[in-house]
């Protein structure tokens, strides 16, 4: 008989819920995986899309080999070799490309496709440091609503999501909860159950908005218009917990006298959602306790998505929410993980002076002529640029350049390994340890490889071992054990881990991190600002020219602040998750194109009726940065004006090879160096 175990792993996607799961493994071969039924947050589920993870694993698709190119650029069409012969060859492509550009000519580009804490950035790093390659800043996903947070909460702490079933107003606030976090949904239905509401604020009905209470749904962009909004109401109500202002806040006078410039009217004005509505909302936002805001990051990815989340974010102090249990707001976790970034990623092995190149701005650096050094060559893991990046036309000119070597370590053959001149195969989450931290909860974990790699893939740290090996590098640093690296990643000190060390970690898996079990971080203030106190005026930003008080900053592109461009392009055009993709993860797995059925367009029946558009219809979407097409869906989910595409599809699966990114601009948000991805007005008509 086969042996059989029962193995405990960890979801290593781009997620919130890093799930727990139960992985059964027979004769070396999993058979079955589902959610951990012992874990508190993962409560023996998985989502829609991973329960179907061992197609992934074992799918007939997988690069499980070192490939090299044959074909021309972006042909996609490789030949096996070696792990030798690829390894050797890299190793002397890279040291040609410095030793005649520069190392700054090399660019790594990795993001989140495995957030496991040694994936991410480790070894990588180190090796990247140490041969004086290009750093990369990595602002793809949040890191605008990460400024805007920090510059008002001080860090990325905020109320336990364990607790959200004691809140008895719960707004999600550009965030699609039953798709891209549904391990929150029981604690929002417990909530329910006890009669709290759901608000959702969110310009399209998303699955979480077709469940909840009520939806508002702004024009995109406006979110902070809509925060000062409310603000007002609250404070010209009397309804603003004037103690908790005096106490734990910074500038609560200047921004009342800001909030007063935003009666109703003009809010209505500015956001599309009627006046009386956000009379309403305001009021039941400032007299139901607890109230818990979830954010996620919808409302991040726009010109002023920095500002959006920072002024959403200083609601709570305006009503004193943070004191209640299930009180207050999340935007993220990741700041309660006591994580030791240097430790791992070595910066002090980066000549000083090196440059740090945007990421979001992948499709001007490859074309630039003017950069100096060029980017020669460029390493992607983790990620897939050639879908996720903005202005894919762009993107896909530079990485087609004959004079840039291209490597990628992926388990499947995206768009961007296409255009590689090395594809080597990357593991699941099955076949390697690493340790995992999470963005919606507080549990830590420790995840042990349950089967072998499958060929002859490797994990993210032992390909940048190899590769430190061939090009000929000896400190011992390159070379650590995914053990040691753990060991060295948390720090151990911190009250949080108070009882744990590495070893305690690995025979429990998974363990809370030492906070109170009913958790209300910020009850007595205890900001971790530079002034311990909920940052409603912020002095750190006026040193960068950001206005320093909570304010509003509109959209880029919109009727109202382009009314040139909107005559052009008079319909706003916002791109978020799709229900079964994770970013471009699972774009390509049968079982999710099926579910998804073929990329799509969501149009107001009378903006589809003026431009004699049908349900069902192909159409064409098109801007100045580029075009894509898709299926019309008729459907008064999208408010008028504005056309929403779920996301996010492999181009060369897509009807003339591009997808949502071929009109998403590369502005920079207000705060982060982010993207605007939601921020872009578009045409359609027919194919
Ligand atoms: N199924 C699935 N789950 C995912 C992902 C996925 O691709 N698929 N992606 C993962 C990743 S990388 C991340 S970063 C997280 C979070 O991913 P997010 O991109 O934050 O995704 P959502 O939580 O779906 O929230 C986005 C919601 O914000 C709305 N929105 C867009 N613009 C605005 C705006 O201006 N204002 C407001 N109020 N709302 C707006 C969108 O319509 C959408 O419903 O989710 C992760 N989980
Ligand atoms: N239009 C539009 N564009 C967007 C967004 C949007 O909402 N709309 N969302 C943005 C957001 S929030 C994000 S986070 C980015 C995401 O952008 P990316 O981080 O690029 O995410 P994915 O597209 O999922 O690509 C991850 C890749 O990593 C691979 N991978 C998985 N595990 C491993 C591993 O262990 N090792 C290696 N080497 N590879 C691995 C996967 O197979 C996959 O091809 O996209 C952004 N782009
Ligand atoms: S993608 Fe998210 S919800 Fe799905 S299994 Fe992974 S962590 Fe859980
Ligand atoms: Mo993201």
């Known amino acids: 008989m086969l042996q059989r175990r029962v193995l405990k792993v960890v979801c290593p996607h781009d997620c919130p819920d890093t799930c727990s799961m139960a992985v059964t493994v027979e004769g070396g071969r999993a058979t079955s995986l589902g959610g951990d039924p012992d874990d508190p947050f993962t409560q023996g589920f998985l989502c829609a899309k991973v329960n179907h993870y061992l197609e992934r694993v074992y799918a007939p698709d997988r690069v499980l080999h070192p490939m090299k190119r044959v074909g021309k650029k972006g042909e996609g069409r490789f030949e096996r070799v070696s792990w030798e012969h690829a390894l050797s060859e890299i190793a002397a ?23 496991g804490v040694l994936s991410y950035g480790s070894l990588d790093r180190r090796f990247f440091h140490a041969i004086g390659a290009s750093k990369l800043d990595r602002t793809i996903c949040a890191s605008a609503g990460a400024a805007g ?14 607790q959200l079933g004691r809140a008895r107003l719960i707004v999600a606030w550009g965030a699609n909860i039953v798709s891209s976090n549904v391990h929150l949904w029981p ?12 608000v959702v604020i969110d310009p399209y009905r998303s699955k979480t908005a077709e469940k909840a209470d009520l939806h508002l749904a702004p024009w995109p962009g406006t979110d902070a218009a809509l925060a000062l909004g ?49 009379e309403a909302f305001a009021r039941e936002y400032a007299t139901t306790r607890p109230s818990a805001i979830r954010l996620n990051y919808g409302l991040n990815r726009h010109a002023g998505g920095g500002m959006a989340v920072r002024t959403v974010a200083c609601l709570p102090a305006v009503t004193g929410a943070w004191r209640d249990v299930g009180g207050g707001a999340l935007l993220s976790t990741s700041g309660t993980f006591p994580v030791r970034t240097d430790a791992l990623e070595r910066p002090d092995l980066s000549p000083p002076g090196t440059r740090t190149l945007n990421m979001s701005l ?31 036309g762009q993107v896909l000119q530079g990485l087609a350049r004959e004079d840039l070597f291209v490597v990628v370590h992926d388990l499947f053959q995206t768009d961007t390994a296409d255009y590689a001149d090395y594809l080597l195969p990357a593991t699941t989450t099955l ?32 390909l940048f071992r190899r590769l430190a090996r061939a090009t000929g590098l000896d400190d011992p640093c390159f070379f650590e054990s995914d053990e040691d690296l753990a060991r060295q990643a948390l720090d151990w000190d911190d009250p949080r881990l108070a009882g744990l060390d590495f070893e305690r970690l690995q025979s429990l898996g998974r363990v809370r991190l030492s906070v109170p079990a009913a958790w209300a971080p910020f009850a007595e203030g205890g900001f971790p600002t530079p002034s311990g106190k909920c940052e409603l005026l912020a002095p750190s930003l006026a040193a960068s020219g950001l206005d320093p008080l909570a304010g509003y900053v509109p959209p880029r592109e919109s009727p109202v602040t382009n009314p040139e461009l909107a005559q052009r392009y008079p319909l706003a055009f916002i791109s978020p998750p799709a229900h079964h993709f994770l ?56 408010r008028r004006g504005l056309v929403v595409g779920l996301s996010i599809w492999w181009p060369k699966l897509c009807p003339g090879g591009r997808n949502a990114n071929a009109v998403t601009s590369q502005e920079l948000t207000d705060m982060g160096g982010g993207p605007s991805f939601y921020d872009a007005l578009v045409e359609i008509g027919p194919a």
């Open 93 to 115: 492509r890279l040291k040609d490309v410095a030793r005649e550009h520069g190392p700054q000519s090399i660019l790594p580009y990795s993001y989140a496709g495995n957030m």
């Open 149 to 162: 947070w920090k510059a008002t909460i001080g860090r990325s702490i905020g109320l336990d999501p364990e």
């Open 187 to 198: 604690f929002v239905e417990r909530a329910r159950r006890a009669g709290a509401r759901l």
């Open 230 to 278: 409310m603000m007002h109401v609250i404070f010209r109500d009397s309804l603003a917990d004037r103690d908790y202002l005096e106490q734990h806040t910074t500038g609560h006078a200047e921004l009342e006298a800001r909030a007063r410039e935003w009666d109703p009217a003009r809010t209505e004005r500015e956001t599309g959602v009627a006046a009386a509505a956000i």
């Open 362 to 392: 992948l499709g001007r650096l490859l074309n630039d002529p003017l950069l100096d050094p060029p980017v020669k060559a460029l390493f992607v893991y983790n990620s897939n640029p050639a879908a996720v990046a903005p202005e894919q």
């Open 431 to 462: 076949e390697h340890d690493d340790l995992h931290k999470a963005y919606g909860h507080l549990y830590l974990s420790w995840s042990k490889a349950a089967i072998a790699p499958q060929g002859e893939a490797v994990s993210n740290t032992e």
């Open 583 to 638: 970013n471009s993860t699972f774009s390509a797995q049968p079982t999710f194109v099926r579910r998804e059925s073929e990329p799509f367009l969501t149009i107001h029946p009378d903006d589809a009726a003026a431009r004699g558009i049908r349900d069902g219809e192909p159409i064409r979407v098109w801007n100045d940065r580029g075009a894509f097409e898709a299926k019309a869906r008729v459907s008064d989910a999208a």
